[in-house]
Antibody
Framework: EVQLVQSGAEVKKPGESLKISCKGS????????IGWVRQMPGKGLECMGT????????RYSPSFRGQVTMSADKSLNTAYLQWSSLRAADTGIYFC????????????????WGQGTPVIVSS | DIVMTQSPDSLAVSLGERATINCKSS????????????LAWYQQKPGQPPKLLIY???TRVSGVPARFSGSGSGTDFTLTITSLQAEDVAVYYC?????????FGQGTKLEIK
């Protein structure tokens, strides 16, 4: 059973950069779309975008385009989410999740989730 | 973006009773190529990541108790929990994968009355 293991909690100051990771337990990780989902404190789930780990093709949700960068290293079975300049409003828990592929490459539900990476941005 | 709206925002149900959560999408989620609705339900307990319960609007994930069921089509969907158990206390989210914005509902908090 595939597992997604995320990097640990981060405490940063506004203006700092950050890169968090999501590592898949199997090489099949590279055959899936991986989504990044934000959960702000006490709030719901927001999909930031998805990345195909095998070729780093990305799809950003409109609200997050230009705010974050998704990347992947297929040799390490790892996806990344990074910020160049954090803001207090980026505080939250960030989940990665594997997206089901069906049919001729259509993408579906998120069937496997990482444990989440808490990010706190505070001066 | 497709907007997903859940109702109610919170719900208190007695143990052993039925809980019903509704989800409405701003456009049809029917994938005509598959004749399936691109709608999933997740359960999130405090301090845990979401857990997939149901996909294609009504297909239960292996290992999910049979008291959980999903129904609906087009723009209106329902998650039903028959005979509520204490371990079902959680926040429940609907999620559309019809468009690549992959939006979620705002969540419904389910508690024991």
């Amino acid at each position: 059973e595939v597992q997604l293991v995320q990097s640990g909690a981060e405490v940063k100051k506004p203006g700092e950069s950050l890169k968090i990771s999501c590592k898949g337990s199997e090489s099949s990780f590279n055959n899936y779309w991986i989504g990044w989902v934000r959960q702000m404190p006490g709030k719901g789930l927001e999909c930031m975008g998805t990345i195909f780990a095998g070729d780093s093709d990305t799809r950003y949700s409109p609200s997050f385009r230009g705010q974050v960068t998704m990347s992947a290293d297929k040799s390490l079975n790892t996806a990344y989410l990074q910020w160049s300049s954090l803001r207090a409003a980026d505080t939250g828990i960030y989940f990665c999740a594997r997206q089901k592929i069906y049919g001729w490459g259509s993408t579906g539900w998120f069937d496997t989730w990482g444990q989440g990476t808490p990010v706190i941005v505070s001066s | 973006d497709i907007v997903m709206t859940q109702s109610p925002d919170s719900l208190a149900v007695s143990l052993g009773e039925r809980a019903t959560i509704n989800c409405k999408s701003s456009q049809s989620l029917l994938d005509r190529s598959k004749n399936e609705n691109s709608l999933a339900w997740y359960q999130q307990k405090p301090g845990q990541p979401p857990k997939l319960l149901i996909y294609w609007a009504s297909t239960r994930v292996s290992g999910v108790p049979a008291r959980f069921s999903g129904s609906g089509s087009g723009t209106d969907f329902t998650l039903t929990i028959t005979s509520l158990q204490a371990e079902d206390v959680a926040v429940y989210y609907c999620h559309q994968h019809y468009s690549s914005s992959y939006t979620f509902g705002q969540g419904t908090k389910l508690e024991i009355k």
